[in-house]
């Protein structure tokens, strides 16, 4: 498998090397129980024997269990199973690397062989398989959802009944579930191959072929509305009500510095209030008041703190000066 490191590689040897030593185990404790390769039965106990520890059915079959785990895990680890789990277990995430994505797409196997007996995604060359996953990652969450919408929209049968095949079935029966057919480029791939180049997981093309089925062709959104829906987000007036009171403040209670020339390029910006004052203390004596007496909604201290950050950071807290230590000074004695 590509894209394994030599820390891959030493954690796939070890899994190799405890299943060997599980498999010696069952040998010898078949050749204790006297039956090789036959299963043991419940309440059959299996003899002593000099140098060898007694093991029961139990331990038994608690090691054709611990067996099977090391193998399933080995097999894990050198070869996933193609069209289970989400994106990583398809090829990963899309890396800025185009040699190891030209690597990764000519490892991959669909796990199928719809075209003449071999894995539909072979009827792309590796370096369209690269160029189609880059040109994914550069497009945000809601347009990779239009783009998914759209090729829905032409292979989804979402009809509410089928046509049973058969001379003798004429009556309709109703879907229980929808049939998708992928086409990229007019030529028919699998659902392991279409996930692989679209760069999507299982459960993000089930969310949207959800989506379709219940919304139809209409851009998706979260349940809750999202962030721009949110009734706790700020409204853009809310923010600028905020960030305008932060630089009235600043105006009103900044120390002036002597020798300082209004409009010079460096000190014109620069805001620096005294070390009396903390953002805590502004927000608590003087904003929440006075957005409260005037009806406004009030930012919490978090988000007060996080809009004088990104939107003022022009404004800056002058800082205390030290407290000297006092000298000791000491008389010699004659």
């Given at each position: 498998m590509s894209g394994l490191g030599p820390s891959s590689g030493q954690e796939q040897q070890n899994r190799l090397k405890i299943l060997e030593d599980l498999q010696q185990q069952k040998k010898r404790l078949q050749m204790q129980?006297?039956?090789?390769?036959?299963?043991?039965?419940?309440?059959?106990?299996?003899?002593?024997?000099?140098?060898?520890?007694?093991?029961?059915?139990?331990?038994?079959?608690?090691?054709?269990?611990?067996?099977?785990?090391?193998?399933?895990?080995?097999?894990?680890?050198a070869e996933p199973a193609p069209g289970d789990g989400g994106?990583?277990?398809?090829?990963?995430?899309?890396?800025?690397?185009?040699?190891?994505?030209?690597?990764?797409?000519?490892?991959?196997d669909c796990g199928c062989q719809s075209v003449n007996k071999v894995a539909c995604i072979r009827q792309f060359a590796p370096e369209e398989i690269v160029r189609i996953r880059l040109d994914?990652?550069?497009?945000?969450?809601g347009e990779k959802d239009l783009i998914l919408l759209g090729i829905l929209h032409t292979s989804m049968n979402t009809s509410k009944t089928i046509q049973p095949k058969g001379p003798k079935r004429k009556e309709l029966k109703e879907r229980t579930r929808a049939r998708s057919t992928y086409s990229i480029h007019s030529k028919r791939v699998c659902t392991a191959a279409f996930?692989?180049?679209h760069a999507v997981s299982r459960n993000k093309l089930s969310a949207v072929q959800q989506w379709y089925r219940e919304q139809g062709l209409t851009p998706r959104r979260k349940k809750s509305g999202g962030r721009v829906e949110?009734?706790?987000?700020?409204?853009?007036?809310?923010?600028?009500?905020?960030?305008?009171?932060?630089?009235?403040?600043?105006?009103?209670?900044?120390?002036?510095?002597?020798?300082?020339?209004?409009?010079?390029?460096?000190?014109?910006?620069?805001?620096?209030?005294?070390?009396?004052?903390?953002?805590?203390?502004?927000?608590?004596?003087?904003?929440?008041?006075?957005?409260?007496?005037?009806?406004?909604?009030?930012?919490?201290?978090?988000?007060?703190?996080?809009l004088w950050q990104q939107l003022c950071p022009n404004i800056v807290f002058k800082k205390a000066a030290k407290k000297e230590k006092p000298v000791l000074l000491t008389t010699s004695q004659n």
């Open positions: 129980t006297g039956a090789p390769g036959a299963t043991l039965p419940t309440q059959a106990r299996p003899k002593e024997m000099p140098g060898a520890p007694n093991r029961g059915p139990t331990e038994a079959r608690n090691l054709d269990q611990r067996q099977r785990q090391a193998l399933q895990m080995a097999r894990t680890t994106e990583e277990s398809e090829g990963g995430a899309v890396t800025d690397d185009p040699d190891l994505e030209l690597q990764k797409a000519r490892n991959f994914l990652r550069e497009l945000t969450s996930r692989y180049i949110s009734k706790r987000t700020l409204k853009f007036e809310d923010t600028s009500r905020t960030v305008h009171f932060i630089r009235n403040f600043a105006e009103e209670h900044a120390l002036a510095f002597p020798g300082r020339v209004q409009g010079a390029k460096k000190a014109a910006d620069r805001r620096v209030l005294p070390p009396t004052f903390t953002k805590s203390g502004i927000w608590r004596n003087y904003y929440k008041p006075s957005m409260s007496a005037q009806g406004y909604r009030v930012a919490q201290l978090s988000t007060f703190r996080k």
